[in-house]
């Protein structure tokens, strides 16, 4: 700052530090595994209280294919609908890229849906949203602010009673989807499409941090060779 000002006021014509470049060691990402979700997701708690409000939030986030939080607090009942196969699917446009995502809805996220009421067209099926006009974006993103702090602060509370020493929020659901659907998939060019990414880095960022132990075998098997 001291800099700066000096140089606002002619004393300097150049930043004296501009060649100057620091090194640091990249941070960690937090991540959740799949696993740990369903460790969540197991948890035994009063189901009509907020913290299991803000879990099924966080789960129909994950079953439907690393859904925002965004997505979630806007979805209406509009974007749940039958595709050609007679499947139902959850088919919106992501409100930060504005990319078109419709995935088949699991079983699990068909359980959680059957807890709440249909509506119409744009009705919302999270009351995350409720009382709040669609076109308000304002008062709309006021309340996803206030909703997810207080979904994290649930999510923490229970990651803790799953015995998960990490800080849990809800975006990491999406890190956890794109590595459970790359694990299975093994191709992540095609995971990448059916998630919306508008480039295989974007899914390649959701996976990185996570330790691949498929050819775990194949390694142990070809060193320990004669």
Not at 53 to 66: N, P, Q, S, T, V
Not at 91 to 108: F, Q, R, S
Request: aromatic share 10%; with cysteine.
């Amino acid at each position: 700052m001291l800099v700066r000002h000096v140089m606002k006021e002619g004393k300097l014509s150049a930043y004296p530090f501009e060649h100057i470049v620091t090194h640091s060691e990249p941070s960690q990402k937090e991540l959740l595994t799949p696993e740990e979700v369903e460790r969540i997701a197991d948890l035994e708690i009063d189901d009509e209280s907020p913290a299991a409000e803000a879990r099924r939030w966080f789960l129909f986030a994950y079953y439907a294919g690393e859904m925002r939080f965004s997505d979630v607090a806007t979805l209406q009942w509009q974007h749940i609908r039958e595709g050609r196969s007679g499947r139902p699917r959850v088919c919106y446009k992501m409100k930060k890229t504005a990319d078109t995502v419709g995935v088949p809805l699991i079983p699990e996220a068909k359980q959680i849906l059957a807890r709440y009421e249909e509506g119409d067209g744009e009705e919302w099926v999270f009351p995350i949203s409720e009382g709040i006009d669609p076109g308000d974006e304002e008062a709309l993103h006021r309340r996803k602010c206030q909703r997810n702090s207080a979904a994290n602060r649930h999510l923490k509370e229970l990651a803790g009673q799953a015995g998960i020493e990490k800080r849990v929020t809800f975006h990491l659901s999406r890190n956890a989807a794109a590595w459970k659907l790359y694990k299975n998939v093994g191709d992540i060019y095609k995971v990448s499409k059916f998630l919306g990414h508008s480039n295989v880095e974007q899914m390649q960022d959701y996976i990185d941090g996570f330790i691949d132990e498929s050819r775990d075998e194949d390694f142990i098997a070809a060193m320990g060779a004669k």
